[in-house]
């Protein structure tokens, strides 16, 4: 199994399970509507990171962003510095997607989606706007859970962000979907 390096998730496997079950009324209809929860796994999706020179009209910043290096369709992930030893661990699992996007497509990515971000911040604020993103040679693991539901003739799958804490959509399903589909 191989050994990757993961951001510390923030949701412990306890605390996903509340979360995948539900509380009260609304716990009930996604249990009505979605099936019953039989099983919870962690899953890792590997993300690259780029320093990314932002200029607009002659003003310059640098930010820290990740883009998910298995299609390059998730959202950004932004960071206020390379994490260190005190934010990451290592883990071995096979719960983990394979990087198979190259730089220079994940740049192109990552541009795109930022020049996305900024222009629908305000269009007319952009002036001679320009973005250099730089891969850095750190590959990071960012740490996910999937909750498995329904019957057993259709199981439905949910994810959990466990670091931002909050329920992920259908890009996030149908990367892990696709993956499932590639190992079975």
């Known amino acids: 199994m191989p050994v990757i390096r993961s951001v510390k998730p923030n949701v412990t496997r306890d605390e996903a399970i509340r979360q995948f079950w539900g509380r009260?009324?609304?716990g009930a209809l996604r249990r009505l509507a979605l099936g019953h929860l039989h099983s919870v796994a962690e899953l890792y999706i590997p993300f690259r990171l780029f320093r990314v020179r932002i200029t607009n009209d002659s003003v310059s910043e640098e930010k820290?962003?990740?883009l998910d290096a298995v299609n390059g369709s998730l959202d950004l992930f932004q960071f206020d510095r390379i994490p260190d030893g005190t934010e990451t661990i290592s883990v071995e699992t096979r719960n983990c997607p394979a990087a198979v996007?190259?730089?220079?497509v994940l740049t192109e990515r990552i541009t795109a989606k930022l020049r996305r971000v900024l222009?629908?911040?305000?269009f007319f604020k952009m002036r001679d706007l320009q973005l250099h993103a730089i891969p850095l040679p750190d590959e990071l693991h960012i740490p996910y859970w999937i909750g498995f539901r329904g019957s057993d003739d259709r199981v439905r799958i949910s994810v959990i962000d466990a670091v931002r804490r909050r329920p992920e959509g259908a890009k996030v399903r149908r990367l892990v979907e696709e993956w499932l589909a590639k190992k079975a």
């Open 24 to 26: 009260g009324l609304s």
């Open 64 to 66: 820290l962003v990740a």
């Open 101 to 104: 996007v190259t730089d220079s």
């Open 119 to 122: 222009y629908s911040r305000g």
